[in-house]
């Protein structure tokens, strides 16, 4: 955990505390939200659309009233505070730059409302500009960018007053792959040399993954699990976050014996399969056994000491460049997929083609049901 999550557990810097949303007086989109972070830290909100992630940033900003509970700045109140009276930096998916102004007058604008001489402001317009290496576009519209040049300055004008926190909503989701990926580096980046405090949003996993101390992932308006990036992936508390966080497979079966964390499972063509046991919380309980693609070997001189192994069916190979994708049938279960390096002298493996695959028991783990 990083020094930022564990100030989080103690003074946090933001702090929502059994925080509820409503729309309608009835259904609750935020549910009883509990959630502490640090100074400095980078935390995501990761969830699927409607899941409340989107709901609690905006709440954050001001932009929308909790129902109940209390959302803390720095230990203070700021439920009545107004959005601008916050001193918190916001980055949208669609840039809200203002298309008339040049770069250096949106820029600009955030600081004039702040009663800033002129002096002071120009110096911070070009640090800004200079921080996300656009200092040589302050004279450009907003229409002569490009996506990521007109991101690139919706994150300087957030970051240009100072200001305690960076809400970012989807601040990546218009743009193409490769530049997405070199800006979820160059935020991550800016994040660590300027020691601000993000809370960003995304649907995206391995946006997540890339860029958090911490993730929060959200489904039907509650918290599933908050934990560091290899903590969400190595070990998910349920199968929602299993299934939600990279590629899962997943085989159906009965916990034969539960002791402690350790689980015999029984699959449903009759295998016996060692796990460690997650949700699970007696014999007989039927649950979902997940194993990572890329934990499972066909080759027995690459199979960890002690691994369980299976037959399986070959049903598609699919070549992705540097790895290749074996989709499998294993136990009754169609759709299981093996990851492989694409590497000089890789084996070749054809459609019909039986095979024997293994795994470490420690990479499997019998799960909730969904």
């Known amino acids: 955990m990083t020094a930022a999550a564990t100030a989080a557990n103690d003074a946090a810097f933001v702090e929502f505390d059994h925080v509820q949303k409503s729309y309608d007086g009835v ?11 640090g100074k400095g830290e980078f935390l995501t909100m990761l969830g699927p659309s409607g899941s409340g992630k989107t709901t609690c940033l905006m709440m954050l900003a001001g932009f929308e009233t909790a129902t109940h509970g209390e959302i803390r700045l720095d230990g203070r109140n700021i439920n009545d505070v107004p959005p601008h009276k916050r ?40 640090r800004a500009l200079d921080m996300v290496q656009m200092g040589q576009f ?6 002569q960018l490009s996506g990521g040049q007109q991101q690139r300055i919706a994150l300087a004008r957030a970051l ?26 160059e ?14 949003v995304t649907h995206d996993q391995g946006e997540a993954l890339t860029m ?3 993730i929060a992932v959200f489904n039907d308006g509650r918290i599933q699990q908050l934990a560091s990036p290899a903590d969400l992936y190595e070990r998910p508390e349920n199968s929602f976050v299993a299934q939600f966080i990279g590629e899962n497979n997943k085989l159906p079966g009965t916990i034969e014996k539960l002791e402690g964390d350790k689980a015999l499972v029984r699959l449903a063509t009759g295998e016996m399969i060692d796990a460690t046991a997650v949700n699970i919380r007696e014999k007989g309980q039927q649950t979902l056994v ?26 598609e190979v699919i070549y992705m460049g540097d790895i290749l994708r074996a989709v499998l049938r294993v136990a009754g279960s169609n759709g299981f997929v093996m990851k492989m390096r694409n590497t000089l002298g890789q084996t070749r493996l054809s459609p019909g083609q039986t095979i024997k695959i293994g795994w470490d028991p ?4 019998a799960l909730d049901p969904m």
């Open 27 to 37: 259904s609750l989109v935020v549910k009883d939200l509990n959630l502490k972070i």
């Open 87 to 126: 001193g918190i930096g916001m980055v949208f998916q669609n840039y809200a730059l203002f298309p008339h102004m040049s770069v250096g007058e949106n820029l600009a604008f955030p600081l004039e409302v702040r009663g800033m001489g002129k002096d002071e402001r120009e110096a911070k317009i070009k």
């Open 138 to 143: 302050a004279n450009r519209r907003p229409a």
């Open 160 to 185: 240009v007053f100072d200001p305690k926190l960076v809400l970012m909503d989807e601040p990546l989701g218009a743009l193409d792959k490769q530049l997405r990926e070199h800006m979820q580096f």
């Open 187 to 200: 935020i991550k980046h800016l994040h660590e040399s300027l020691g601000i405090t993000v809370v960003y």
């Open 212 to 214: 958090s101390d911490r």
């Open 290 to 315: 997940s194993i990572r693609p890329e934990r499972v070997e066909f080759k027995p001189s690459m199979m960890p000491p002690g691994a369980h192994t299976i037959d399986a069916e070959v049903t």
């Open 362 to 365: 420690l990479d499997a783990r």
